[in-house]
């Protein structure tokens, strides 16, 4: 569903990430981790096609982004690390506007924001302009947005940050339900708990190589060691 | 004290950062600056000095009047700093998320006032300095001036001259912004728009350099004994009559009359210095804190304006990308009161421009003044598209913010976005271009040939300008830059705007002579072959389609660029 072959990013001299392949199997809750400035977001935005890889492949759902880049945003939905909006657009012109962008029928978009506003509980203020918004309603409008179009792969960065902990417990039933379904997330993130309650598989990468891949099953889970595994691989 | 100098080393640091930095982007920014930059400065000293040497030596409008045509220009120069300092001062000194950052540390509010007036000045007047700096250079050549003429009218008198425009500006916002809170910002740009207007018309309707001319030419070459009826008492008072005349005193060799009006001009500068600092400390705080609170009360009060058509729940009209695009340009446009504020001040400029020249009796019997004529109105035109182009087209990249995730995340091809962006924009420039093209050449000689020939080249003046705008604007993209005023008055707008210059100063040198061969023709013979007209319009569809190509080609490739 998700694969990186021997992704390279770099930026002049410096390389950002380095021959990192990954595969994630459809239904899969990927965690990625790792300290700052290891590469996770550089990651994301090759495999979302914000970043162009130096060398190496991102396939989303079997599309090479890169090359069927159309093909594989049709499959995907994205959480960017910082939720930016237009401020002057309600968060329902928001749902519209990526609505249309995926070509989503109007009535269908209607449907599927009544069904979100519910889900997210934005009814106060999805009709306000973004710009009189907080961090966790604007993190909740762009996920909101990630999901509009029933997308098979999640791919989201830092989803939690700026949430109060009833917006963080829907967000993350709604991730959990959404694997239930089939969906792949994609999820970075530094919150190790979140990490060991959520995710089926880890990986940590540092300097751009990964260097840490383990599979969480019901025989072997993480059982609150993943922080003390983590530090160690990192220092 | 330290405070302050900690902050400017700051800017310093990070503004000669981003000049030696060897990012390819940037080494290739600032080279392109470099010659762009110094090629305009060149054709201005050039120009400067040409047409000094023109009217003093061939048209022999004597130095009083050529002074006071300096004056004029002087005041549209005046005004210009002025009004460009306060319309950049507000997102400068009250909406600049770094004055929220240095409010909250111990800095004195009036220091923070004095760090984004520098800024300000030194944003807005970059590339206005260049120009009279050239111009100055161009002039004082004519006259042989001596390195220190240069040196002191640079330092002492076009600077504080400049300041005052500054000063003046951030002193009207403070009180403004107070009134502001009382009456709705809408209505007092509204005011500020109609004011400034009001000041050009009443100016040049004092002035008027056509009675100007008439009255000194009645009595040339004794034009002296009318020198003190000629000037407008209130003009005595006014900075661009103190410059001029100090040039004029200066090149006269006469320093005991030239100085006065230099001291005249500290004297305000440091009066007005004290005053704004005496405001800045008394109110820049409480503007600030008004017009935070202003901002929050709008949002309140706010009654949506509805238009169903444009409804993003409504019925597509288009294909459901370019629907929701369109839809979602057309209104983060009018929720954006510093974009329609601009495009209806422009569209004013444009009309006056318009009825300005239907009043002008243009019809003239000499050939070569005829197509001069015809010309000089072309390339008013071509500059007044320029501008349309570059403080609407060229952000229009950079105005995809930081959203830009969201559309790049989604399934539309970027080349589409970008010839969806140059469709838009080249039907909007090319209305204006044409429109005035059209109503420019009716009024200045109602002639087929001519209609149809400043239509034609308008059509590729637009293409091309939007084209060059839409590029070089996806080329240096600011996607962090949330104010389309700063971004259209960047380092980038500045070299495009220089380079649309020149590509019309190129238009009109290839229409020079067989315009000049019509109307020589049309005037003798009584009628033309429209043979003179096809090779120029041929030229130019060369030169516009290159433009358009290279632009598009650099453009294009830019949008796609990492983000």
């Known amino acids: ?235 | 004290m330290r405070a302050l100098l900690l902050v400017f080393n700051v800017k310093a640091t990070t503004f000669l950062a981003s000049l030696s930095s060897l990012r390819g982007q940037n080494v290739f920014k600032n080279l392109s600056s470099v010659i762009i930059f110094g090629g305009v400065a060149l054709g201005v000293f050039l120009l400067a000095r040409g047409v000094t040497a023109y009217l003093i030596q061939e048209a022999h409008i004597g130095q009083f009047l050529y002074h006071r045509f300096l004056s004029m220009l002087l005041y549209v120069f005046f005004v210009t700093v002025n009004l460009g300092n306060m319309i950049v001062c507000y997102a400068t000194l009250y909406r600049s998320e770094e004055v929220t950052f240095l409010m909250g540390l111990p800095i004195a509010h009036e220091k923070i006032f004095l760090i984004k007036f520098v800024d300000n000045f030194f944003y807005s007047s970059g590339t206005l300095t260049l120009l009279g700096l050239s111009w100055l250079l161009g002039y004082g050549s004519f006259y042989y001036m001596p390195w220190y003429f240069y040196f002191f009218t640079i330092f002492a008198v076009l600077l504080p001259f400049m300041l005052i425009a500054g000063f003046v500006a951030v002193m009207v916002l403070m009180v403004l912004i107070k009134i502001a809170v009382e009456i709705g910002i809408r209505w007092l740009l509204a005011i500020i728009v109609g004011t400034y207007l009001t000041a050009i018309y009443a100016y040049f309707k004092v002035t008027n350099p056509v009675q100007l001319v008439e009255e000194v030419m009645k009595h040339y070459p004794n034009v002296n004994q009318y020198f003190g009826y000629l000037d407008a008492p209130f003009a005595r008072y006014l900075p661009n009559h103190w410059v001029s005349e100090f040039l004029y005193w200066s090149v006269h060799g006469d320093a005991a009359r030239a100085l006065p009006h230099f001291f005249t001009l500290v004297i305000t500068l440091a009066a007005l210095a004290v005053v704004a600092a005496f405001m800045a400390r008394r109110y820049y705080y409480r503007s600030w804190i008004a017009s935070s609170d202003a901002r929050a009360l709008v949002r309140e009060r706010r009654s949506p304006l509805r238009l169903r058509l444009l409804e993003f729940g409504e019925r597509r009209m288009l294909r459901p990308k370019i629907d929701a695009l369109v839809k979602r340009d057309i209104w983060l446009f009018l929720r954006e009161p510093s974009q329609w504020l601009h495009l209806i001040l422009m569209l004013l400029l444009l009309m006056i421009f318009v009825i300005s020249l239907g009043q002008m009796e243009l019809k003239l019997a000499q050939p070569l003044l005829q197509s001069v004529a015809f010309l000089v109105v072309f390339l008013f035109n071509g500059f007044l598209v320029a501008s349309v182009s570059l403080r609407f087209v060229f952000p229009a990249v950079s105005l995809e913010g930081d959203t830009f995730w969201a559309v790049r995340a989604a399934p539309l091809s970027l080349r589409r976005l970008y010839w969806y962006k140059f469709w838009i924009a080249f039907l909007l420039v090319s209305a204006v271009g044409e429109a005035l093209a059209v109503a420019a050449t009716v009024l200045l000689r109602n002639d087929p040939v001519l209609v149809a020939l400043a239509v034609v080249c308008t059509g590729f003046v637009s293409l091309a300008l939007t084209s060059m705008n839409l590029g070089a604007g996806s080329y240096f993209a600011a996607y962090r830059e949330k104010n389309p005023i700063r971004v259209a008055s960047s380092q980038g707008a500045s070299m495009t705007f220089l380079l649309a210059l020149v590509y019309l100063a190129t238009v009109v040198a290839v229409l020079v002579l067989p315009l000049t061969t019509y109307f020589r023709n049309l005037i003798i013979h009584g009628v033309a072959s429209t043979s003179w007209v096809y090779l120029p319009v041929a030229v130019i569809a060369v030169i516009s389609t290159g433009l358009f190509l290279m632009a598009s080609r650099v453009g294009l490739a830019a949008i796609q660029r990492d983000f």
Not at chain 1, 3 to 30: C, H, M, N, W, Y
Not at chain 1, 96 to 113: D, K, N, Q, S
């Open chain 1, 1 to 235: 569903m998700i694969e990186l072959r021997s992704v390279v990013k770099k930026f002049g001299s410096f390389t950002a990430v380095d021959g990192l392949s990954l595969t994630i199997p459809r239904g899969q809750f990927f965690g990625f981790l790792g300290p700052n400035g290891a590469g996770k977001t550089t990651t994301i935005k090759m495999l979302t096609g914000l970043y162009e890889p130096t060398a190496g492949a991102c396939l989303i759902n079997g599309h090479d982004v890169r090359r069927r880049p159309l093909e594989a945003k049709r499959s995907f939905g994205y959480v960017p690390d910082q939720p930016y909006l237009y401020e002057k657009l309600s968060g329902r012109e928001f749902l519209y506007f990526v609505g249309g962008l995926f070509e989503i029928p109007t009535a269908t978009i209607r449907e599927r924001i009544e069904e979100l506003v519910e889900r997210f509980e934005l009814q106060r203020f999805i009709d306000k302009r973004a710009e009189e918004y907080s961090q966790g309603m604007r993190q909740r409008i762009v996920l909101s947005s990630a999901l509009l179009h029933d997308p098979l792969v999640l791919i989201i960065d830092e989803p939690l940050v700026g949430l109060d902990p009833r917006s963080a417990r829907l967000v993350k039933d709604t991730l959990k339900q959404k694997t239930r379904e089939g969906t792949t997330v994609f999820m970075s993130t530094h919150l190790l708990e979140i990490v060991e309650e959520l995710c089926d598989r880890i990986a940590i990468i540092k300097d751009g190589r990964l260097i840490h891949d383990e599979t969480q099953t019901a025989a072997r889970t993480f059982n609150g060691q993943l922080e003390a595994i983590f530090l160690e691989l990192t220092k």
